[in-house]
């Protein structure tokens, strides 16, 4: 029982741990699109779903695109880029991850009241939009767009 007891906490801290966002990342895998759509299956999806998937895609592309310069591959870190990861530069990005998830706390009460009363086929276009813009940036820079 106390072996139990002990391999459940062992396991919940390892899991509070991982879902904490590494402040020297400069943006995380778990936040980036897993599956791309065709206009058949967004079709298929109600309106809340529609915007749901609008959101998270802006939310990609705010948090990927300031860093295009540096990478596009998500879990990378300072170190892997060469940058010192003293307490400066880890201040400074988790600054930066702080301000970027309050202006887009904001901006996604925002959208989810305005968006909503928009058509639901230009949501649908504008998702498929936001997708292509992700596939290029994953692209990177040295790919031919």
Excluded: C
Excluded at 60 to 71: D, G, N, Q, V
């Amino acid at each position: 029982m106390k072996n139990l007891i002990s391999i459940i906490a062992i396991v919940f801290f390892v899991n509070l741990g991982m879902a904490q966002p590494k402040s020297n990342v400069l943006f995380e895998k778990e936040k980036t699109t897993l599956k791309f759509h065709t206009i058949e299956d967004l079709s298929e999806l109600k309106k809340g779903q529609l915007l749901e998937l609008y959101i998270s895609r802006i939310y990609e592309i705010s948090t990927i695109l300031p860093y295009m310069a540096l990478t596009n591959e998500a879990g990378v870190t300072l170190s892997d880029l060469g940058i010192r990861e003293n307490s400066e530069n880890t201040k400074i990005l988790e600054k930066q991850h702080e301000v970027n998830e309050a202006a887009f706390d904001y901006s996604k009460e925002t959208m989810k009241q305005f968006i909503a009363y928009a058509d639901t086929d230009k949501i649908m276009l504008s998702v498929l939009y936001f997708e292509e813009i992700i596939k290029k940036l994953r692209l990177g820079l040295e790919e031919d767009f």
